[in-house]
């Protein structure tokens, strides 16, 4: 079945300090591909995503590029700001992003100013 | 893109008593989702609400339990039945708009069982 594996948190990172969060996936066929935040109290937020091998997708200073060869689909962002503290989720959805959502266990950041 | 709206956004309730949970699209939506979000855990499917039929339901989860209804394009319910403490978590609806298109969520209703 499908599945995301991504990196374990929490993660700390200093305002201005350069974030990675690692995603893999294991999928059959044509997953799209996309990250979701979660601020405290509230629902999910998508982020941004992507749906074929190469496509790079941006929002809000983040980005993440859909690496079929590696089954990966990191999320990065070059200046972090305290504002960026959340539960961030990649998910995956199968047929295109036609089918239900398959999450990661999330990662909570935390941006100390 | 599609705005969801759910109803309520928090509770807390007796054991043994049932909640229906309300989730309004302000547009014609294709598909409507029911995730529940357990404390400080990742997402897990419930079911898929399809308009005028029966959901369908994940592993794990029965209709006795969480039965859903879907009367039309733009609205669906989630109810919790007969509830236990381990009930307790945020469930959350999502809508697609169209096909290829990614899922929006609504801010979730958390649950609290007494």
């Known amino acids: 079945g499908n599945s995301v594996t991504q990196m374990e948190g929490p993660v700390t990172l200093s305002e201005e300090a350069f974030l990675t969060i690692n995603c893999t996936y294991t999928a059959t066929g044509y997953p799209s591909l996309f990250w979701y935040v979660q601020y405290p109290g509230e629902g999910l937020q998508l982020l941004l995503k992507a749906t074929k091998a190469d496509d790079k997708g941006s929002n809000k200073g983040f980005e993440a590029t859909y690496r079929k060869e590696t089954t990966s689909f990191h999320l990065e962002k070059g200046s972090v700001q305290v504002s960026d503290s959340a539960v961030y989720f990649c998910a995956l959805s199968a047929n295109f992003g036609n089918e239900k959502l398959t999450f990661g266990t999330g990662t909570r950041l935390t941006i100390i100013p | 893109s599609a705005v969801i709206s759910q109803k309520p956004s928090r509770d807390i309730c007796q054991r043994g008593t049932s909640l229906t949970i309300q989730c309004q699209v302000d547009s014609q939506v294709t598909m409507m989702f029911w995730y529940r979000q357990q404390p400080g855990q990742s997402l897990t499917l419930i079911a898929t609400a399809n308009q005028g039929s029966e959901a369908t339901y994940e592993s794990g989860f029965v209709i006795d339990k969480f039965p859903i209804s879907r009367p039309n394009l733009t609205f669906s319910t989630l109810t919790v039945s007969n509830m236990s403490p381990e009930d307790s978590s945020i469930y959350l609806c999502?809508?697609?708009?169209?096909?290829?298109?990614?899922?929006?969520f609504g801010d979730g209703t958390r649950l609290s069982i007494l």
């Open positions: 999502s809508a697609q708009d169209r096909p290829n298109q990614p899922q929006h």
